[in-house]
DNA sequence: CTGAAAGCGCTTACAG
DNA sequence: CTGAAAGCGCTTACAG
């Protein structure tokens, strides 16, 4: 049935025959069962209020007695919009991002767009081949997570003029627009807490990614002006998975002088070390404090529950969207940054 | 500036200007570049092998000049194929799919597909929109997880000949193809397992979603017909995170009877019922045992280890991806259902 | 408020 | 192996 679908494809007539069997309508259908012309049912489509009603009610009986759905590829074209938004993202599978993505695409559904999902893997190896595919199919917007740092791509988008909302980070150059907080503030402020709770040996857990070495530099910046000793620290290669934070807690122990409290680059780093800090009868906060980042939904589960930064990563999906919309009427965005802050979140662990 | 351009937009004429000043080139620029005709630069971009190589060189050398960026808007309508595939997940937030999608983006864009993301949500319920959606963007096809059981749905899909791939599940009746595994025998396997282990008294915690709900049915018959008790149990309305869990192992304290073995429907369930259980003094699995379902990441790494049910959700992907290569490739798919099973995977809970 | 017509940027059967 | 031409299904300025 399929391949004899396919044999069909590549000749026009038979194309347009199995169509007709098929029965799949086109504007010219509604327009011909609705007695007006095909300019006026596409005007009833993209703005009701310009037809008269009577006219109106006749299209909307024509498409409900057809099955008419427009083709958004042919519309495409002819109004050179696509209603497509790619979200270039590193990952899916578990990943702190998340939240934004899913705000994002239903955000975006609500304005009748499409979302054009993009992995860009690991240190964001495939953005390059993304964008690209993102032009290709004529985005109107693209999203992305984290800072845009391949020059070609850079150039290709700004020579482009397209629209591009950076996410999860304030570069001082954006593209064109940034939505995100301050990832050294961040570390700043956690040192800052951690030392007015009385903490002197602090221990950083660090993925080696681009945003956590600003809240890791943040910390060291903050922590050693104020007269501390520069803190021991270990790092993981790529993500940090809740594993992580279980070798890395055995690892700890081999440590000349013991930390006090351990600042982890995320959730699920800190999520491990507690599981296996219990194991051990250690107890937390009291021999050992923990301090997580994203404030996922176990971090106020777990128990303890867990001391983190909390990134309302749903909202910054909202307002990258919100941008987006605002430029659709017409409005001109003076400020680059959008900044939504963060907030510390004092729990058990720390 | 993006004003600007906003402002341009509605005049063809502007528009072209527009372009040609922005420079954004077409395939007839390459075509005049290269000094050959625009279908031979069609021809070279979707199959290089039958053009001559001398022309190819040129035609390469010209893209190369121009920065030219294949326009797959006019390429989708102009032959038909969108090199499009919609995805319909409830959610990306934190689901037991994220493998499965993630699995699934990564090969589809191998072949060269993107992909739309659609969040159909809790109940499917934005399910119907969200087909129409792919419908209009001519979708070559449809991977969605789950059965789907809108009617209106189905019919438009099976009148259109459309290629759907159900996820997840071996519905009787699959609109195309089914890539999944029976449910109804996951509780089953459990059920034959616990038995052998000698456990008497299981409690069931279920979500209520339709696949949680036939792994139960499939416990309570294996369990039932082999002389057990009918187990006790608990739901919950939709998705069952960590937070349940802790609830409900408050919830089970106050049964008349005490289970010995909880079988939860996720292993987030578990988890939470674990740490609820660690923080009670509880003692896992001796005074209580656990299973899950889905063998995430956590499920390795808690302490204990979990006992529950592997489903390989990148191989879900990967073969419903195979599925779309092989009709590609002109085979007719004799199997309207692909089974890629599940393991019970044997740990400390249980 | 509505229609006729041109055009969006490609692909592809046909003919050479 | 290559070119000229028709066509994919819409949108929209123009004219009424």
Redesign the interface.
Known sequence: ???L??AF?ADPLA?AFNRMK???PKLDDVARQAGVSAATVSRFLNNPGIVATATGERIRAAIEAT?Y??????G??AS?K?R?VA?LVP????SIF??T??AM??EL?IDGH??????TGIENA?MP??I??A????ADAIILTGILSDKPSRD?LI???A?VIETWGLPPEPIDVAVGFSHHAVGADVARFLRGRGYRRPHLLSASGTRAMERRQGFIDDWTAAGGETPTEQMFASQT???HG?AAFRAMRELGTAPDVVVCSSDWLAQ?LL??A??AGVKVPDELAVVGFGNL??AA???PTITTVDIDGARIGREAVNVLRR?AA????AERHIDVGFRLIERESA
Chains 1, 2 share one sequence.
């Open positions: 049935m399929k391949a679908a396919m494809r194309l098929r029965g799949i099955g759905v427009p083709d958004l590829v042919a495409g074209l050179a696509s497509l979200v990952d899916v599978a578990q998340n939240a993505v899913e695409v239903e559904s499409s979302v054009m999902l993009g992995l495939r081949q993304l690209s595919a032009l290709s199919r004529r290709l020579g482009r003029n629209t998975r809740f594993g279980r491990g599981v296996e219990m194991a939904a176990i589960e777990m128990r430029r017409g409005e001109t965005i």
